[in-house]
């Protein structure tokens, strides 16, 4: 079946340095991957989702590139902001079945 | 466009009592999903509905979780006699057709604590 890891637990950084918060799943076929942001009290929103053409998907900052290869879609900021801190989800939808969430990957960023 | 919209927003029971969530989709989208959302476990996928039709409920506890949706305005999930481990954040989500994955929608989540 189809499954997510992330980045367990909380990553903490220093205001201006690279975010990277790992994704991995496993799939039987061939899944889109999303990246999910849920700010403090607020609902989750969708922040990326990946493109079939190898395209890099970029919002707010953020990028992630779909790798087949290695089954990852990490997420990467060059410059992280103390607006960033929030939680973070990889999520997997395939074969038109309701998308998976991994476990979330807390993001604190500090001055 | 009003996003999805859940109510109530917080709920509170008694042990034993029944609790009806509501959800709202966004208008056209055929896709309505539950999640439930605590610390220790994250979001949990519980139901999801296409087109009204019930698709996979494997995620719902079988004895006393439910969901419908007799409508494409509307889905409700009920807890019957709840327990204190039903406390969670209880997230409804639409999405258009999933021909490019099911790009979701979240609502504000109804906070359900049984006391």
């Known amino acids: 079946g189809d499954s997510v890891t992330q980045t367990e637990g909380l990553v903490t950084l220093t205001e201006g340095l690279p975010v990277m918060l790992n994704c991995t799943y496993q799939?039987?076929?061939?899944?889109?991957l999303f990246w999910y942001v849920q700010h403090l009290n607020e609902a989750p929103k969708l922040l990326l989702k990946?493109?079939?053409?190898?395209k890099r998907p970029e919002h707010q900052g953020f990028h992630a590139t779909l790798h087949k290869s290695s089954s990852s879609f990490h997420l990467q900021k060059s410059s992280a902001q103390l607006s960033d801190s929030a939680l973070y989800y990889c999520?997997?939808?395939?074969?038109?079945?309701?998308?998976?969430f991994g476990a979330g990957t807390k993001l604190s960023v500090k001055p | 466009n009003a996003g999805v919209i859940q109510t109530p927003r917080h709920k509170v029971t008694g042990k034993g009592q029944e609790a009806t969530l509501w959800c709202e989709p966004i208008?056209?989208?055929?896709?309505v999903f539950w999640y439930r959302q605590t610390i220790v476990q994250g979001l949990e996928f519980l139901t999801y509905?296409?087109?009204?039709?019930?698709?996979?409920d494997s995620g719902m506890p079988k004895e006393r979780f439910s969901a419908q949706m007799p409508n494409q305005s509307h889905s409700t999930l009920k807890i019957q006699s709840t327990q204190p481990q039903d406390s969670a954040v209880y997230l409804c989500?639409?999405?258009?057709?999933?021909?490019?994955?099911?790009?979701?929608?979240f609502g504000p989540g109804t906070r359900l604590t049984v006391l």
């Open positions: 989500a639409s999405s258009l057709d999933a021909g490019g994955g099911y790009e979701q929608y």
């Open positions: 799939s039987t076929y061939s899944p889109f």
């Open positions: 990946s493109f079939t053409d190898n």
């Open positions: 999520a997997l939808s395939e074969n038109n079945n309701a998308p998976r």
């Open positions: 208008s056209g989208h055929s896709a």
């Open positions: 509905f296409r087109n009204q039709a019930p698709i996979d």
